[in-house]
């Protein structure tokens, strides 16, 4: 009985449902036809009115390609170029940057021209540098949105192509608070030194933008054989002065480099053995000090060669420019010339800049005789703090064992006084300007020898420390 009831509402609630299908849809149709403007607006349409003009090509930079975007668009015109590689997340974080640098540009001039009909522009240009399979991208940002504000700002993008894994300065610095701060003073003295913004500098600015905090060191590119800092305009002189930035030689920063970034010092590598990097290997770096000295270190490198040793010397510049053969000698032999200052003082009494100048003409004048930096630094009487630390772009090395060859003069006490503090990767201090250090050296390499010793350069003990 109920049935039948039941079935005749539905025929009518169908019939209800089917029509008013039919005529939605025939409105939908209608209104698509008439109108050539999709109901659901996709994401090009939005970015209609800024038309641009986008293309990708190759670029000499295995992996990389260059995107320039441009449009004429009369009001807002812009031209961008950036990078990609093959790593999708770095992409991503280049993309956002571009988008966002583009959205704000467009928004602004958008904003403005309801105000009155200025011409912005949007420059963004690129430079790519590479170190290895390192690549650093250069962004030089030029945001004009009318005759009084404008800005430039440069943005670094840096990865490791291999790996598609990003780096920065404490990658670089192997997270090393001490050789940031080292480096940051490096980066203050070399821009104060630039010639081409030395007028216009702000020393106080300068000071402020290179403490040693990470995050005053995020802009920077990494060059074959060196490493550029950029400041941003007005940062530390002028805005009319334009983009600042100073180049850092890495040869003068290697030894606060991270291993994987150092450079590799030529000569030594051709000709040396290949190093036993066992830890229970026995190994022993002689240092001999104060020279070179025209009869000393001759007949100390007679007796190095003898015994197949290789050793450190760590030279006062007031005698290496005297005899930059003899140091070039000292080289050639596979030793290891490390910068003792100009004129042995004490240094944790001095200025600054008496400091400053102690290490750098001693390094000009190791590079003028050898054709490339010191090894190390070792400060004159082991005298050092934080403060010369700073000063000194090069690793301090001192030594554990002390000779005492400049108090005692005896060739005899040479061998007992090493005896006596004997340890492995031990560090011996020496000075190849007495005759008598000279004269007690033979009975030393004898018995190192004898008792399995390998004499390295400083190089190859550190690792031990
Ligand atoms: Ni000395």
């Known amino acids: 009985m109920k049935t039948p009831y039941r079935k005749r509402r539905g025929i009518w609630i169908d019939l209800l449902l ?27 349409q939005s970015a209609k009115d800024t038309p641009s003009n986008i293309s990708e090509e190759k670029s000499s930079f295995p992996g990389v390609r260059i995107v320039t975007d441009i449009s004429n668009d009369e009001q ?12 999708e997340t770095f992409n991503n974080t280049v993309l956002s940057y571009i988008n966002e640098a583009k959205d704000y540009y467009i928004s ?3 904003l403005q021209q309801n105000v009155h009909d200025l011409t912005g522009e949007l420059n963004i240009s690129l430079q790519t540098f590479a170190h290895e399979q390192y690549y650093s991208f250069v962004l030089t940002n030029k945001t004009i949105l009318s005759n009084t504000e404008h800005e430039t700002t440069v943005t670094t993008f840096l990865i490791d192509n291999k790996t598609g894994e990003t780096f920065n300065m ?19 003295s070399e821009m104060a030194k630039n010639p081409e913004f ?53 040869s003068s920063i290697n030894p606060l480099l991270a291993s994987n970034f150092q450079i590799a010092m030529e000569a030594e590598d051709t000709t040396a053995p290949t190093q036993n ?11 001999f000090d104060d020279g070179p000295h025209p009869e000393v270190t001759k007949q100390i490198l007679a007796l190095l060669q003898k015994y197949e040793a290789k050793a450190t010397f760590f030279m006062l510049g007031s005698r290496v420019q005297y005899y930059p053969s003899l140091v070039q000698e000292v080289r050639v032999a596979g030793h290891e010339i490390g910068n003792h200052t100009w004129t042995h003082p004490v240094l944790t009494k001095m200025s600054a800049a008496a400091i400053k100048k102690e290490y750098e003409t001693t390094e000009q004048a190791i590079k003028a005789a050898i054709g490339q930096p010191s090894a190390f630094f070792r400060p004159p009487y082991g005298a050092i703090n934080d403060s010369v630390r700073a000063l000194i772009p090069r690793r301090s090395v001192n030594w554990t064992i002390d000779t005492l060859d400049w108090k005692h003069h005896d060739p005899a006490k040479l061998l007992p006084m090493i005896q006596k503090s004997l340890h492995n990767n031990a560090i011996v201090l020496m000075h190849d300007i007495h005759q008598s250090t000279a004269d007690g050296l033979e009975p030393v ?21």
């Open 277 to 287: 990097t066992d830890p229970s290997h026995k190994r022993i770096a002689l240092t």
């Open 108 to 110: 602004m001039m958008r």
């Open 445 to 465: 390499l004898q018995y190192l020898q004898s008792e399995g010793y390998e004499f390295v350069t400083v190089s190859e003990v550190l690792p031990y420390y």
């Open 198 to 250: 030395a007028d216009a500098l702000n020393k106080d600015k300068l000071v402020a933008a290179t403490q040693p905090n990470w995050e005053a060191f995020e802009r920077f590119a990494l060059k074959e054989d060196t490493l550029v800092v950029y400041f941003n305009e007005g940062e530390i002189a002028p805005v009319e002065v334009g983009l600042p930035n100073v180049e850092i030689s890495l």
């Open 18 to 44: 089917i029509s008013t299908i039919a005529l939605l849809g025939s409105a939908i149709v209608y209104l698509t036809v008439l109108n050539d403007e999709p109901i659901f607006q996709t994401e090009e």
């Open 76 to 87: 807002m015109p812009f031209a961008i170029q950036y990078p990609l590689t093959e790593h």
């Open 170 to 188: 404490q990658t670089l610095l192997n997270h090393n608070e001490a050789s940031l701060k080292s480096f940051a003073n490096h980066v203050q």
